[in-house]
């Protein structure tokens, strides 16, 4: 059961297509379920990389909603004000 725990804080580099341009490139995946944004090694393009309960996905900036966008999960989960 521990392995299973280890294993799964890990983060990890993963291979895939860009959403863009289609080249494989790499992403490094955090341990966490926490989207983050990578870069295609063939056309530089910013897309978001998320973890899912098995695997991941990829998507690009324009068709990600807020909850999977790095910047936008940033604003809306933090920096209320609370009166």
Do not use: N
Not at 18 to 27: A, E, I, W
Not at 36 to 44: E, L
């Amino acid at each position: 059961m521990m392995e299973i725990l280890d294993r799964v804080k890990q983060a990890s580099v993963e291979i895939t297509p860009c959403p863009y341009c289609g080249d494989r490139t790499s992403v490094e995946l955090p341990a966490d379920y926490r989207p983050v944004y990578a870069y295609c090694d063939g056309c530089g393009k910013k897309f978001i990389a998320e973890r899912l309960a098995e695997g991941f996905h990829v998507l690009t900036i324009e068709e990600a909603p807020c909850c999977s966008d790095p910047d936008c999960r940033d604003i809306e989960m933090g920096g209320y004000d609370e009166e």
